[in-house]
């Protein structure tokens, strides 16, 4: 080994970093690369989200329609065929309630439920649940079952 054939470690030399604003000889002095005036030419610049440079930005070009009503109740359903699936597969026996479908994650703890009358129950089950629809309600009782609301 001489001095002929030193080399710097792998990975501790950089050739793309740029030193900015370190004097005219560097050639990135005098505006650092930022150009001239202009908000991103001054330190503490930050965009704000959606800004267009001045244009009316797009959120508020689209026309707004419609109307959210802030007291909505947002139920998650539950249909009668995925728990008819959940007895065949016995992860559930003789009831449902809201502590075994979030359990089987069906729905999450914060969640309100609603029983939806899609598909057809065979045997007779005790479901637990916030409400039901009617042809909910009326499938689980036609095979004896029962339908309790919380």
């Not at 501790?12 to 650092?32: E, F, H, L, P, Y």
């Not at 065929?81 to 729905?107: C, G, H, P």
Request: net charge positive; proline share 2%; glycine share 14%.
């Amino acid at each position: 080994m001489d001095l002929s054939n030193l080399k710097p470690a792998k990975g501790s030399i950089n050739k793309n970093s740029k030193r900015v604003g370190r004097g005219q000889g560097s050639g990135k002095g005098g505006t650092a690369t930022r150009g001239h005036k202009g908000a991103k030419s001054r330190s503490g610049y930050s965009k704000k989200l959606g800004f267009e440079g001045g244009q009316m930005p797009l959120q508020r070009r689209i026309p707004k329609f419609g109307f959210t009503n802030i007291n909505r109740v947002e139920y998650q359903g539950v249909n009668l065929d995925t728990i008819q699936s959940l007895i065949d597969n016995k992860k559930i026996q003789a009831t449902l309630d809201f502590e075994s479908m979030v359990k089987l994650r069906l729905v999450r703890k914060n969640e309100l439920v609603k029983i939806l009358g899609r598909g057809e129950l065979k045997g007779k089950i005790k479901i637990s649940a916030h409400k039901f629809t009617a042809s909910a309600k009326s499938a689980i009782e036609a095979v004896g079952g029962e339908a309790v609301n919380i």
